[in-house]
C-alpha cells in the first residue's frame, strides 16, 4: 500500500517526487533538517493524500490512519521517555498545518495538545513550575477552542483584558498561576456556553479533533480566497505534521524566535529577527508583546535598547548563527526559520525560502552570485518577473513638502496614497469602484487577505517586521508599514488619532514602506531608473534570451521610457493616437466628412506634415532599431465630433450646413464596430489615407537622414489583413509611394511590409499572406476576440463567471489561450514555410505576459513587443523560457 505517514526520520526518494507534494513544505523541511543532524524535537507528517481521503471518507479521518497515528505517536513516546495522556510524565504535541506552499489562509497551529484537567497536574508536579503548566494549558484551551470549535479569538482575550483590569496589571507576564487557573475555568466555560459540550477531556479525541480541524481548513473561505488569489489548485491538499513540543515559556533561559537568513526587506546579507524570552512561538508574531532583536548590530541600528539575543543568550545564538549558516548553503536560498529554546537548548521547528521584496530577491541573487552560491542561470530562475513590477513603482518625490504625521517600521517598501479604511471588506467595495484604499488595521489576520489584495498599502498599529501583516505585504508586493505605535485605531467610530491629530475613514494618506513614515493627503511620486544590482539582472538576463524584446508605443515620452528600459525597437506605433491631438483633430474630421476627394485630399495635406514629425521624433529615439509603424485601424467614427460645438466646427470649416454632418454621421454609425470598417478595409475604401501616412514616414526618414539622424528600418504593417488580395493590393500602395518619395529626394530607402495576424483566417491562411508579406506580428487582442468572438470590453460582465466555473483558467486577455496559441504556431509554420525570412513577433498584452513570452519562445517567434513598463519583465522571462526550454 502506498505510504501515507512518515516520520521526520524517515527515508523519502527525492527521485520520484517532490517531497513538498506529499509532506507539504514545513513537513518536507522538518525531515530535511533531521537527515543534517539539526536539533529537531520528534514527529512524523500525515500526507497530503489523506486530505483527500479525509473528504472521500465525509470528512472523517479513516480507521487505518488513526492507527498509523497511534504507531507514529507511540514512537515519540519512545524517543522523549513521556506518555501521551499519562499522568506522570505527559507527552505535549503540536499538530501544525502545511501545504506545498506556505499559505497564510491556512489554520492555526495548535500548542500543548494532551493537556487536560490531569495532565495539567503532572506537568506541573514535574516541572515544579505550577505557572507554565498552568499557561500552557490555558494556551491550549484558547487555541484548539478557536481553530478546532470555532469560538472567536476576542471572546477569550476579552477575559483575559477584564481579568488584567480588576487584577491592576498590564502584560500577561504578570499573571500567575492562580491567575491562570481562574481563566481556565472562565475559558472551559465559555466553551461549555458557546458548544453545548464540555472541552475533550480525551486527548485522543483532541489529537483527532485537531487533525481534522487541520484538513477542514483547506477548505475555509480564506484559504480559497487565497488560493484563488495566487493560483493554487484546490486538488493539493494539506498536509500535517505532528510534533513533540518545545517550551519557550518555562522561564528565562527559554525563548522563541523567527529569523531570516538575510534582510527579506533590502537584501542585505544579516540575520534579521525576532525573539521573546519566556514565550511561546505565536507570541512572537500576535504583537501583544515587543519581540526583541536577535543581533546587537540590528538593535543598535534600529536604536533599541533592549538586549538582544546575541546577548542574553550568547551561547544559544552562537548555535544558531552556524545553523542558519549551514541551511542557507544547504538550500542555496534566503531562509525563514523558526526556532525555540527550552531551558538554553535550542530546537529548530522551521525552515523554508524566505518571502522577500522584489528589491531582496534581486540583490540576493546577485551576492549569492558573487559568493558563488548559485550560478547566473539560477540566479535568473529564481526571481519571479512579475513581482519586478514593484521596482518600477513610482517613490516618493523627495523634493515635495511632507507633513508626516507618524511612523512605523518600514515592512514591506514601496509608496502608496489612498482613502483609508478599517476593514478588508470595505478596501474591496472600493477597489471595485476603482479607488485606491490604505487599510488600516490594529493588526491583519489571514481573514484580510482579500482586503490586503484590493489595498494600494497596509497600515498596522501592532506587529513588528516579521508579523502576517509585514509578510503578507511583502509576498503581494503592497507596501506596507507596521507597528506604528503612535497611532490609535478606533474601529468603532472609523478613525485613528495620532498626538497632534484625528484621521477620518476616506481621509488620504500616503504611506512610505521604504521609511515607514505615515503622510497626510497624496505624494506626488518620481518614476524609477534601473541600477545597480536590478540592470545587473537584467544584464544577465540577456546573455541567455534569445527573443528580442520591443515596445508598443507612439508617443516620445512612453519610446524613451522604453528604450531606457532596454526595448530593441518598437513592435507596435499605433498611428491613429496621433490623430486625436487637438490641433489635429479637426482636420482627420474634415478628412471623414469630407463629401469629394479633393476635399479630403486637402485635409490630409493638413496632417501629414504633424504625422511626419511625430515619425521624425520616434524614429530618432529608436535610431539604429526597427520600428514598426501600424496604418490606421479603427472605425472612422470614433473620431467624429460629438457635441453640438464640435459638429458646428466642422460644418463651418467644410461649408457644409450642420444638417449635412449629421446626416454622414448617420451613414457611418455601425451595428458592430469591432467587425466593421476598419483596418486594411479603410485603405481599401479610402487609399489616400494609407497614402498620406505611408509619405509621412518615408519623408521622415528622409530629413531624419539629411540631418545625419542615424536611421531605424521602418516596418510598416497593415492591419486586419484576411486574404492574400488585401496584402497585395495594399503592398503595391506601399510600394509605389516609397518609390515616389525616393524619386523626389533621390534617396534609396531600406523599409519592410508585413501584417499583423489578427483574425482567424489569416492565421489559416497565412501561406498565402506571407507571400506578400516581409513580416507578420501577431495581434493576439484581437485575434482572441475573433477565435472566441467575445468582445474584450465587454467581457467584465462575465469574465467572472467564466473564471468561477473554471470555463477559463486565467483571463484569455492576460495570458494567450490554448487555441489563440494554437492559430499563432499554425500561422507561423505556414508562413515560414512559404518565406523563410518572414520576421516574426506578437505585439499584444501578451507579449508582456511572461506564460504567453515562454509560448512564444517556445514556437520561435523572433521578438515580443510590450508596453515600456513591462520591458523589464519581458526581458527576464524570456530568459527564463531560453533557460527552461529543453
Ligand atoms: P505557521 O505555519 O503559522 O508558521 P507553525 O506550524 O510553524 O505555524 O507554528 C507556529 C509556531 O508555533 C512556531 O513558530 C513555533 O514557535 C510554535 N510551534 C510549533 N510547533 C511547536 C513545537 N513542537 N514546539 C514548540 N513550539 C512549536
Ligand atoms: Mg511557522
Ligand atoms: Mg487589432
Not at 812 to 830: H, N, Q, R, Y
Request: charged share 30%; proline share 4%.
Amino acid at each position: 500500500m502506498e505510504k501515507l505517514i512518515f516520520n521526520f526520520k524517515s527515508s523519502f526518494s527525492k527521485t520520484k517526487t517532490n517531497p513538498k507534494h506529499i509532506l507539504g513544505g514545513k513537513g518536507a523541511n522538518l525531515a530535511e533538517m533531521e537527515r543534517l543532524g539539526l536539533p529537531v524535537p520528534p514527529g512524523f507528517t500525515i500526507s497530503t493524500k489523506v486530505c483527500d481521503l479525509f473528504y472521500k471518507n465525509k470528512k472523517k479521518l479513516p480507521k487505518i490512519i488513526t492507527r498509523l497515528i497511534k504507531k507514529e505517536i507511540h514512537l515519540i513516546e519512545k524517543n522523549t521517555k513521556k506518555k501521551f495522556g499519562d499522568l506522570k510524565n505527559p507527552l505535549l504535541i503540536s499538530v501544525r498545518s502545511g501545504a506545498r506552499v506556505s499559505m497564510p489562509g491556512m489554520m492555526d497551529t495548535i500548542l500543548n495538545l494532551g493537556l487536560n484537567d490531569k495532565t495539567v497536574l503532572a506537568l506541573e508536579k514535574k516541572t515544579l513550575n505550577p505557572r507554565f503548566a498552568k499557561d500552557s494549558y490555558r494556551r491550549f484551551i484558547q487555541m484548539y477552542g478557536n481553530v478546532v470549535l470555532g469560538i472567536k479569538e476576542y471572546n477569550f482575550e476579552e477575559i483575559i483584558e477584564n481579568y488584567k483590569l480588576t487584577k491592576g496589571v498590564i502584560l500577561d507576564t504578570d499573571l500567575d498561576a492562580d491567575d491562570w487557573e481562574g481563566l481556565i475555568k472562565n475559558f472551559k466555560d465559555l466553551i461549555k456556553g458557546k458548544t453545548k459540550k464540555k472541552f475533550p477531556q480525551d486527548v485522543n479525541e483532541q489529537l483527532n479533533g485537531a487533525i481534522s480541524a487541520v484538513f477542514l481548513s483547506w477548505n475555509t473561505n480564506r484559504a480559497k480566497v487565497y488560493r484563488k488569489i495566487n493560483q493554487i489548485p484546490a486538488d493539493w491538499g494539506t498536509a500535517v505534521n505532528v510534533q513533540a513540543m518545545v517550551f519557550g515559556n518555562m522561564g528565562n533561559n527559554c525563548a522563541t524566535g523567527v529569523v531570516f537568513t538575510r534582510n527579506p526587506s533590502t537584501g542585505e546579507k544579516k540575520f534579521f529577527g525576532e525573539y521573546l524570552i519566556n514565550a511561546q512561538g505565536e507570541d512572537v508574531v500576535a504583537g501583544n508583546r515587543t519581540p526583541r532583536h536577535i543581533t546587537i548590530k540590528g538593535r543598535l541600528d534600529a536604536n533599541v535598547k533592549e538586549l538582544s539575543m546575541e546577548e542574553t543568550l550568547p551561547k544559544v545564538y552562537l548555535q544558531l548563527k552556524k545553523i542558519l549558516n549551514q541551511l542557507e548553503k544547504h538550500y542555496k536560498d534566503m531562509q525563514d526559520v523558526e526556532f525555540t529554546v527550552e531551558n538554553n537548548k535550542l530546537w529548530m521547528l522551521q525552515t523554508r525560502s524566505g518571502k522577500r521584496t522584489s528589491k531582496s530577491a534581486v540583490k540576493i541573487s546577485v551576492d549569492m552570485v558573487k559568493e558563488k552560491l548559485i550560478s547566473k542561470k539560477e540566479a535568473i530562475l529564481r526571481i519571479e518577473p512579475n513581482t519586478l513590477d514593484t521596482l518600477l513603482h513610482p517613490t516618493l518625490d523627495e523634493k515635495v513638502k511632507k507633513e508626516v504625521i507618524a511612523s512605523g517600521l518600514p515592512a514591506s517598501p514601496g509608496a502608496a496614497s489612498g482613502k483609508i479604511v478599517f476593514s478588508a471588506d470595505e478596501a474591496e467595495r472600493l477597489n471595485n469602484m476603482m479607488q485606491d484604499t490604505i487599510l488600516v488595521r490594529i493588526e491583519t489576520s489571514p481573514e484580510d487577505i482579500h482586503g490586503m489584495h484590493a489595498a494600494k498599502g497596509i497600515l498596522t498599529s501592532r506587529g513588528g517586521m516579521t508579523s502576517h501583516a509585514a509578510v503578507v505585504a511583502r509576498g503581494m508586493g503592497r507596501p506596507c508599514v507596521s507597528g506604528t505605535s503612535q497611532i490609535d485605531i478606533d474601529y468603532k467610530n472609523k478613525l485613528f488619532k495620532t498626538s497632534e491629530q484625528i484621521v477620518k475613514e476616506g481621509d488620504i494618506i500616503t504611506i512610505d514602506g521604504s521609511s515607514g513614515k505615515i503622510i497626510l493627503g497624496e505624494i506626488p511620486t518620481v518614476k524609477p531608473e534601473i541600477s545597480g544590482d536590478f540592470s545587473k539582472v537584467l544584464g544577465w538576463a540577456d546573455e541567455f534570451r534569445k527573443l528580442k524584446i520591443r515596445t508598443n508605443s507612439e508617443t516620445p515620452l512612453d519610446t524613451k521610457t522604453a528604450r531606457d528600459f532596454g526595448a530593441e525597437g518598437i513592435g507596435l506605433c499605433r498611428t491613429e493616437h496621433m490623430f486625436f491631438d487637438e490641433g489635429r483633430i479637426l482636420h482627420v474630421r474634415q478628412m471623414i466628412l469630407s463629401k469629394t476627394i479633393a476635399d479630403r485630399n486637402n485635409a490630409l495635406d493638413k496632417i501629414l506634415p504633424y504625422q511626419k514629425n511625430d515619425f521624425k521624433e520616434i524614429f530618432k529615439i529608436m535610431s539604429g532599431l526597427p520600428v514598426t509603424v501600424r496604418l490606421l485601424d479603427p472605425p472612422l467614427h470614433e473620431f467624429l465630433p460629438k457635441s453640438e460645438k464640435e459638429i458646428i466646427e466642422v460644418a463651418n470649416s467644410l461649408k457644409l450646413t450642420e444638417e449635412e454632418i449629421k446626416i454622414r454621421i448617420n451613414e457611418l454609425h455601425e451595428h458592430n464596430p469591432m467587425l466593421g470598417h476598419r483596418g486594411c478595409r479603410l485603405g481599401i475604401s479610402y487609399p489616400e489615407i494609407y497614402e498620406m501616412q505611408c509619405r509621412a514616414i518615408f519623408e521622415a526618414l528622409v530629413e531624419n537622414k539629411k540631418q545625419k539622424i542615424k536611421s531605424i528600418i521602418p516596418e510598416i504593417m497593415i492591419p486586419l489583413i484576411s486574404s492574400e488580395a488585401e496584402i497585395r493590393i495594399l503592398k503595391e500602395l506601399v510600394i509605389k509611394i516609397a518609390n515616389k518619395v525616393q524619386k523626389e529626394n533621390n534617396i534609396k530607402l531600406d523599409y519592410l511590409v508585413g501584417t499583423m495576424i489578427e483574425l482567424p483566417r489569416a492565421a489559416i491562411r497565412a501561406n498565402d499572406i506571407a507571400k506578400h508579406a516581409d513580416f507578420f506580428s501577431f495581434g493576439t487582442n484581437d485575434l482572441t476576440q475573433t477565435t472566441f468572438g467575445i468582445s474584450r470590453d465587454d467581457s467584465g460582465k462575465f469574465l467572472n463567471d467564466y473564471i468561477e466555473n473554471k470555463i477559463f483558467e486565467i483571463d484569455p486577455f492576460i495570458s494567450i489561450d490554448k487555441g489563440v496559441g494554437e492559430l499563432v504556431a499554425l500561422a507561423t509554420e505556414k508562413g515560414r514555410k512559404q518565406n523563410k525570412k518572414l520576421k516574426l513577433g506578437i505585439c499584444g498584452e501578451h507579449g508582456g505576459d511572461p506564460k504567453s513570452i515562454h509560448f512564444c519562445a517556445r514556437i520561435g517567434l523572433n521578438y515580443v513587443s510590450c508596453s515600456p513598463f513591462r520591458i523589464p519583465i519581458a526581458r527576464l522571462a524570456a530568459a527564463q523560457a531560453a533557460l527552461i526550454k529543453k
